[in-house]
């Protein structure tokens, strides 16, 4: 199961696990619960970044979007996430999240998650380095 050369993809290496979160997957679930390394984590994925690499003027190339990864734990608590439709949620507060981890509305309002150390590559330039890369499928 590996990806096409030129997909991009979210990696995360951590406590000797290294995950890789194809962006085409990540586009169509939008937010991803899963264990990396023992920890729990969260991948949020949304629209408008545009792609540098498809036009010469940067606003002409196509959205791509872009993908972050949180720990799950707040307050002590692992959170699961949903999307919504048109927000991150999670399914224990009801606490609806921005792409920055920040809870933007509800019981956690205020509140941020705790980025994970996440490297945005291509497919063909991260697996050269780390072959051992689990891809995430859902």
Do not use: C
């Not at 993809?9 to 696990?17: F, I, M, Q, S, Y």
């Not at 949020?44 to 990864?69: C, E, H, I, K, Q």
């Amino acid at each position: 199961d590996r990806l096409v050369p030129m997909a991009r993809v979210l990696a995360l290496d951590l406590n000797d696990e290294v995950v890789a979160f194809p962006y085409e997957v990540l586009s169509d679930e939008r937010v991803v619960n899963e264990s990396v390394g023992g920890e729990e984590v969260v991948v949020f994925w949304a629209p408008g970044t545009a792609s540098a690499l498809d036009n010469s003027a940067l606003a002409a190339g196509r959205d791509v979007g872009t993908a972050a990864a949180y720990s799950r734990s707040v307050n002590g608590r692992a959170l699961a996430f949903a999307y919504d439709g048109s927000a991150f949620v999670d399914q224990d507060t009801g606490s609806r999240w921005d792409i920055l981890g920040q809870a933007i509305e509800g019981e956690l309002a205020g509140e941020h998650l705790t980025p994970i150390v996440s490297i945005n590559h291509f497919w063909f330039s991260w697996v050269a380095f780390k072959p051992e890369t689990r891809v995430y499928q859902p």
